[in-house]
């Protein structure tokens, strides 16, 4: 596979750190991912086994939030993947997440598994569903912005047989999961919930910016294979 171009990987890694944010506001503000759904049906296993400290009602939110939003963006963007078209859908995501900043502020969300949390999760997974679609649409398969399962098995499985072209593109993303992580854990802990959720909008709002000045006609040339 070849490179994607400058604007694209650029704007997916964006939306990588912008992952670990939502999921530092999520994961550790909330109790649940807002980005990973893998973890989330788990949790919902969990709940429904009556294992303490799991919230089924909290899970449940963020996984139809995000159903919702890959939804919205599958509307958006239908067919071959076109520029102008993928930063409208990020640009959506943007403000659906400075939304969630405002619901958090506004309502007190705290952690505590009250209605106030589910709204925020909700609107949280609408926008990570949104990203996903969008990052899965774009071809690009070594990042995929918000699950790095494949990516780490690729790595691995290539390295086995000799093969590392792609290694580099791979272990980036990991790092800017981690880096995204850490930034929004130091931010949750000074600065709280509202303003982690809000730096995710800023990162995703660059991303936005980024990817609908890239010629949709280079982005063609990324799609295809798997990862």
């Given at each position: 596979m070849s490179s994607p171009p400058r604007g694209i990987f650029l704007s997916l890694s964006a939306l990588t750190i912008a992952t670990g944010l939502v999921d530092a506001a999520s994961?550790?503000?909330?109790g649940v991912f807002a980005a990973?759904?893998?973890g989330n049906i788990v949790f919902l296993g969990f709940s429904l086994g009556g294992a303490p400290g799991y919230s089924f009602i909290a899970a449940l939110f963020a996984l139809a939030g995000?159903?919702?939003?890959?939804?919205?963006?599958?509307?958006?963007?239908?067919?071959?993947?076109?520029?102008?078209r993928a930063g409208q859908a990020l640009g959506v995501e943007s403000a659906v997440l400075v939304a969630a900043a405002l619901a958090a502020w506004l309502t007190g969300a705290d952690g505590l598994d009250g209605w106030p949390d589910w709204v925020v999760l909700a609107v949280l997974g609408a926008a990570m569903g949104l990203q996903n679609a969008i990052s899965l649409k774009s071809g690009v398969t070594d990042m995929r912005t918000t699950v790095l399962t494949l990516t780490l098995t690729a790595l691995a499985s290539d390295l086995a047989r000799g093969k590392n072209d792609q290694a580099g593109i791979r272990i980036y993303s990991v790092v800017l999961l981690l880096v995204g992580a850490l930034g929004g854990t130091l931010l949750l802990f000074w600065a709280g919930l509202t303003w982690t959720i809000a730096a995710a909008a800023l990162f995703v709002g660059i991303a936005?910016?980024?990817i609908a000045r890239t010629r949709s006609a280079a982005l063609g040339a990324t799609a295809g294979g798997g990862g």
């Open positions: 994961v550790l503000g909330m990973n759904m893998t995000f159903l919702v939003g890959a939804f919205v963006a599958g509307l958006v963007v239908k067919g071959k993947f076109e520029s102008r936005a910016i980024l």
